[in-house]
């Protein structure tokens, strides 16, 4: 099936640090979406993107939606400790109804 | 607010034996999706249905694997019958359909175990 190529698969950084991840795919998006897993729990929603080359924040994130509609990334801004967790991007391709593709995750640990 | 609700969090079977996944999806919902989590093959979409009716199963992974979604408050994931490789976490999630899509909430999950 369809897949999205997130990078990297896992980061260990400095609290402080700023983060940047990334996701791309061979084929078209209409949607890109960042959700957020914490260990135990479901992925939760961060930051949705619906138009090509937007750039949204939310506190300390940010997501850009690529111009070629095939790609996205996150920056997160002066990393906490409960920053950790794994991060997915998410699309919903062209004529692909509600259906949400995810990507192999990032996984964020954040040391103190 | 009450989120998705899922039963059982946790379930330890023997292969062979029948195992049913419960979703509550939120309310005014109209859009309900399973998805299954493994390391090997992260978040796949299993099924999902707009308005009580399947829309599209093409992730369902063979006969074994049966979902259902009776009313709007309620559906079933069954797997007759369970084998080891069926291990997984498996997650539904919600969402209103014609809103902002994409925007998909999920529940805990319930972590199955086939021995």
């Known amino acids: 099936g369809q897949q999205l190529n997130q990078s990297p698969q896992s980061m260990f950084i400095q609290e402080g640090e700023d983060v940047s991840m990334n996701c791309t795919s061979s084929s078209i998006f209409n949607t890109w979406l960042w959700y957020k897993q914490d260990p135990g729990e479901g992925p939760v929603l961060l930051i949705a993107?619906?138009?090509?080359?937007e750039l949204t924040s939310n506190g300390r994130l940010t997501a850009q939606f690529g111009i070629t509609r095939k790609d996205s990334f996150l920056n997160i801004s002066a990393s906490i400790p409960s920053d950790v967790g794994i991060y997915f991007c998410a699309g919903q391709l062209k004529g692909g109804g509600n259906k949400l593709t995810f990507g192999t995750g990032t996984q964020l640990k954040v040391e103190l | 607010d009450a989120g998705v609700i899922q039963s059982p969090r946790h379930e330890v079977t023997e292969m062979g034996q029948e195992v049913t996944l419960r979703c509550k999806p939120i309310?005014?919902?109209?859009?309900l999706f399973w998805y299954r989590q493994t390391m090997m093959r992260g978040l796949e979409l299993l099924i999902y249905?707009?308005?009580?009716?399947?829309?599209?199963d093409s992730g369902m992974p063979e006969d074994r694997f049966s979902a259902k979604m009776p009313n709007a408050s309620f559906s079933t994931l069954k797997i007759q019958p369970s084998e080891p490789r069926d291990s997984a976490v498996y997650f539904c999630?919600?969402?209103?359909?014609?809103?902002?899509?994409?925007?998909?909430?999920f529940g805990e999950g319930s972590r199955l175990t086939v021995l």
């Open positions: 249905f707009n308005n009580n009716v399947p829309i599209d």
């Open positions: 309310s005014g919902h109209n859009s």
């Open positions: 993107l619906y138009k090509a080359g």
């Open positions: 999630a919600s969402s209103v359909s014609g809103g902002n899509t994409g925007e998909l909430f």
